[in-house]
């Protein structure tokens, strides 16, 4: 007897983001950050390397092969929105908008517990293959206006993911997808767990 396949798994592109390095002032320092990105109209060519016309700031720690687009639940904004509200972030009284944590693909239908490391995001024209969880790094607190927030992104799992572009081509908002399983060992919300917790003690 075959085991019950996987239930199908599947999503809608609301928007597409990119945006330029750029140096900004938050509080007294001056930060170089492309994570406030703007929305693109119109179909974009995406590449191995990513979006056309988006940059990342420290190649550290964002882009690269296996960090090509950065992807995130839409769902999450509200949320961050309220952290940050709640923590007293003042400088940032307006909403949180698509491209706001510097996210390249806002995406309706899935989140961190539903997608493992290996998942595809089947796009017919495009296959977008998941490697890790984005893990905050040192400049996210400064961004976001509050001390905590790296620490809010790991304790609540609201933290999108990376993606490599397996199969380049072009993607426009309203595209709809569907989630092709790897290996399914580990999902985005346990690897970001495992990776991030020791920054936090």
């Not at 307006?94 to 989140?111: D, I």
Request: with cysteine; hydrophobic share 40%.
């Amino acid at each position: 007897m075959q085991p019950p396949s996987a239930p199908v798994i599947a999503g809608v592109l609301l928007s597409l983001q990119t945006g330029q390095a750029r140096p900004i002032m938050v509080g007294r320092r001056k930060l170089v950050s492309a994570i406030g990105k703007t929305v693109v109209t119109g179909s974009i060519e995406i590449g191995v390397m990513g979006l056309t016309g988006d940059e990342q700031a420290d190649l550290t720690v964002h882009g690269g092969l296996s960090k090509a687009v950065y992807a995130l639940p839409a769902e999450h904004l509200p949320w961050w929105q309220a952290r940050r509200q709640a923590e007293g972030a003042t400088m940032f009284d307006e909403a949180l908008t698509p491209g706001g944590l510097g996210e390249n693909l806002s995406l309706q239908g899935v989140s961190e517990t539903d997608l493992f490391i290996g998942d595809c995001l089947d796009f017919g024209d495009v296959l977008l293959r998941i490697t890790q969880p984005r893990e905050p790094c040192g400049k996210f607190n400064a961004v976001m206006g509050y001390a905590n927030a790296a620490k809010d992104m790991v304790q609540s799992g609201r933290c999108g993911f990376y993606l490599a572009v397996d199969k380049p081509g072009r993607l426009q908002a309203g595209a709809s997808f569907q989630v092709i399983p790897g290996h399914r060992l580990v999902s985005v919300a346990q690897a970001l767990q495992h990776k991030a917790w020791k920054h936090l003690r």
